[in-house]
């Protein structure tokens, strides 16, 4: 039987710069990083049945949704994962993995994978980011209405700090009073989007990273993060400009100008001190990415 073959990168996210609500929708706008979920769909229409990692639900049911979009009787193949992003922290794990299924069996179905499609497919499983675009996009991540591009990626460098758990993203958006949240703090909220657009138009990360810090910190309320004062106020005294937060997850990172830290050896005892100050259980360095799919292979 033959089956034909899409390899798909698609970038996850530390968070976003801002995410609340503008007169009661709920929007966001992505934090696009250098880490990925990589999928590769071989498949054939001829085939019954999906071989696929049991845990990637969310991956099945978009591969469902092509073969009902685009009208086929029989859509069968292999699905494997060769980067994966941590789940329930924050980072788009579940949209990148969806986005990147779909780009991927759409490239072998000879489709355009638009980022305006994969999109939609996206929103019919769950809320989600909107890592499928190039740039920095604000997008209705419930509703699914709208979206606009706002500009290029800021290079900057992230350090991401989790204390454990995880967070569901449609329990998150279900939850008892997200709305009145979300109306309380809608002036912060627009004040924080104002100040990411202008830090994108201007390619001012201090900018970006103030408003990221007004979000995070409204965020608080209703998903709180016990060390958010003690490592805003460190990050500063290492340099940093500001913090990102995960609003739907459990990541908290520091925000630096992208070469902040010279070497390998800073960084390694930037990361030592983050460490033994704030025992995460989880810790890595990212940079800035420009956003969007890569097709490594069709």
């Given amino acids: 039987m033959d089956f034909a073959v899409g390899l798909v990168r698609c970038p996850g996210t530390c968070g976003e ?14 934090c696009p990083i250098d880490r990925f979920s990589e999928a590769r769909v071989a498949l054939s229409t001829q085939a019954t049945g999906w ?20 009208r086929l009787p029989t859509l069968g193949g292999k699905v494997d994962f060769f980067q994966q992003l941590p789940e329930g922290k924050g980072m788009a794990s579940s949209t990148a993995d969806i986005t990147a299924v779909a780009a ?16 939609k497919f996206a929103l019919r499983i769950e809320p989600s980011d909107s890592v499928m675009f190039p740039g920095i ?5 419930v509703q699914g209405h709208n979206h606009r591009v706002l500009g ?4 900057a460098l992230f350090l991401a700090l989790d204390w454990g758990g995880a967070i569901d993203t449609n329990m998150f958006n ?26 994108i138009d201007q390619r001012d ?11 995070a910190r409204c965020n608080l309320e209703i998903n709180d993060k016990s060390f958010f004062e003690p490592f805003l106020n460190w990050v500063r005294q290492k340099g940093g400009l500001g913090v990102v937060t995960a609003h739907s997850g459990t990541l908290l990172a520091g925000v630096f100008p992208q070469n902040a830290f010279s070497s390998e050896e800073i960084r390694k005892n930037l990361k030592l001190e983050a460490q ?23």
């Fill in 17 to 30: 710069w801002v995410q609340g609500a503008r007169r009661g929708v709920p929007f966001l706008v992505d």
């Fill in 152 to 155: 290029s990626s800021v290079p």
């Fill in 174 to 199: 279900a939850r008892p009073g997200l709305a009145e949240h979300y109306r309380r703090y809608e002036c912060e909220i627009e004040r924080a989007y104002r100040l990411a657009r202008e830090g």
């Fill in 205 to 215: 990360l201090e900018k970006l990273a103030t408003a990221g810090t007004i979000s």
């Fill in 104 to 119: 991927a069996a759409l490239i072998a179905l000879g489709e355009d994978p638009l980022p305006e499609r994969l999109a």
């Fill in 51 to 70: 071989d696929l990692p049991l845990n990637k639900i969310k991956a099945l049911q978009v591969l469902e949704l092509i073969k009902e979009n685009l």
């Fill in 276 to 298: 033994q100050q704030f025992a995460p259980a989880y810790l890595d360095l990212f940079h800035s990415h420009p956003g969007g799919i890569m097709v490594t292979k069709s």
């Fill in 137 to 141: 996009t604000e997008i209705e991540h």
